[in-house]
């Protein structure tokens, strides 16, 4: 009689890289059809969680200036700028898609984490494309992976953000517009932490977060926010 190890027992895989050959009008469509994608935009001054369907995704060259939230789409890209896109696995959080930018690095990671329809589709997808083997020690210290406590204090000059807050809603509204790249999300905050100089606000359901580093120049806080990140 053969007895299976006990769970406990079971080493959890060892984290893997890809790089993936998959052309942008093909990770257009992927990402216009997941569920529940879990979204990080990387700003360095500000980073941005976001979580849920994404609708539409703009597909355009982005050289327009920053305008108010409103007048984006949830997410935008540039197909010409998109450099390289990897898989990353088992480094907790389930498997990423880390998309790096010419002259920006990977300022998008999506993960499909919760639903199983989206880890399937992730899994349809990777069986009709080939890839090649990647070190992960390589993808990390190029940005890959990093989360929102880990973007660096100073960004790129390329790029432009705006947070608004509207205080008869109590809302805030964030956009971020890079030639390659642009997210927006509006969402009343019922979170308000701050340390150090990083001010966290997030929803109530924690499907929507954003970090500002307010020692970068590029990223302003309103007014409206300070007493929340006045130091005692």
């Keep these: 009689m053969i007895f299976a190890p006990p769970l406990s027992s079971i080493a959890p895989p060892l984290p893997s890289a890809l790089e993936l050959d998959l052309p942008a009008d093909e ?35 982005l050289t327009k200036p920053l305008l108010t939230p409103s007048e984006f789409a949830p997410l935008s890209i540039d197909p010409s700028a998109i450099r390289r896109i ?6 907790g959080g389930g ?10 690095g990977f300022a998008l990671s999506v993960r499909c984490v919760d639903d199983r329809t989206d880890r399937g589709m992730l899994r349809e997808l990777l069986e009709k494309i080939t890839s090649r083997t990647l070190s992960v020690d390589s993808l990390n210290r190029a940005g890959a992976a990093a989360w929102l406590d880990d973007f660096p204090t100073s960004t790129s000059p390329e790029w432009r953000s705006r947070i608004l807050f509207d205080q008869e809603t109590n809302g805030v509204s964030l956009s971020l517009h890079s030639p390659g790249l642009a997210a927006t999300t509006s969402f009343v905050p019922t979170f308000i932490d701050r340390d150090g100089e990083t001010l966290r606000l997030a929803n109530a359901g924690g499907d929507r977060v954003i970090h500002v580093h307010t020692g970068s120049s590029a990223s302003p806080i309103p007014d409206s926010l300070r007493p929340h990140h006045a130091r005692p």
């Design 27 to 61: 990770l257009m469509d992927f990402l216009e059809n997941l569920a529940a994608p879990a979204l990080v935009v990387r700003c360095g001054g500000i980073s941005l969680f976001r979580k849920g369907p994404l609708g539409k995704v703009c597909s355009r060259i």
């Design 95 to 104: 498997p990423s898609l880390e998309i790096e930018f010419a002259s920006f």
């Design 86 to 91: 990897c898989l990353l696995r088992g480094q």
